[in-house]
Each structure stands twice: as C-alpha cells, then as structure tokens.
Nanobody, 116 residues
C-alpha cells in the first residue's frame, strides 16, 4: 500500500506560478510510475505529467513547456512546478502512483484556481 498527501494548491493570477508537492509513504519500493492528474468541473480526469523510475517524463500537450514534474527520492516527494498558468489550468490536481501488485494509489487532491 502507498499513501499520498498533496499540498501547494491555491489561487493564482494568470501568468503566475505554483508548486505542488506530494508526500509519498508506505510500500515505496513497489512504485514503477508516478504522475499528476487533474479534473476540472464537468470534465473527465486527465493526465498532466508522468515520471517513471528511470526519470523519463511525459506531459500533456496543453502543459508542455510550462509544467515540470520531478521527484526527490531522498524526501519521498513528487513535485509539479507549474509556470505561466492559464485559467484553463483551473482544476483539482491529484497525485498518483502505480505499483505492483497494489495498482493505483491516489491522493486526496488539491485545488488550483487561476483567476484575476
């Protein structure tokens, strides 16, 4: 079992930045993929960014060049640095890990609101 706790959401003006963090505990050794997802009101949850155990990353086209996913193995933390934020980035952001054999683990979500 893996436990995840997100932090760092909030209200920011368009063009601003936010840094989301996800504290990871439990069966960390079993994780093979970590990522951030988001869900806006009335929309399906979508993948924002992924990172695997080799450090390879993948981003949604809508956030490429603006967001950066990283992990701090020493601190067991997953980070999403979000720059040049747009109103359409407004959503609840979720941290996710995939591990074997437990499968998916999700955090409780953190609200990000981009508005003037």
């Amino acid at each position: 079992q893996v436990q995840l706790v997100e932090s760092g959401g909030g209200l920011v003006q368009p063009g601003g930045s936010l840094r989301l963090s996800c504290g990871i505990s439990g069966s960390i050794f079993s994780i093979y993929l970590m990522g951030w997802y988001r869900q806006a009101p009335g929309k399906q949850r979508e993948t924002v960014a992924l990172i695997n155990n080799s450090g390879l990353t993948n981003y949604a086209d809508s956030v490429k060049g603006r967001f950066a996913i990283s992990r701090d193995s020493a601190k067991n933390t997953l980070v999403l640095q979000m720059n040049s934020l747009k109103p359409e980035d407004t959503a609840v952001y979720y941290c996710n890990t995939k591990s074997y054999p437990s499968g998916d683990s999700w955090g409780q979500g953190t609200q990000v609101t981009v508005s003037s």
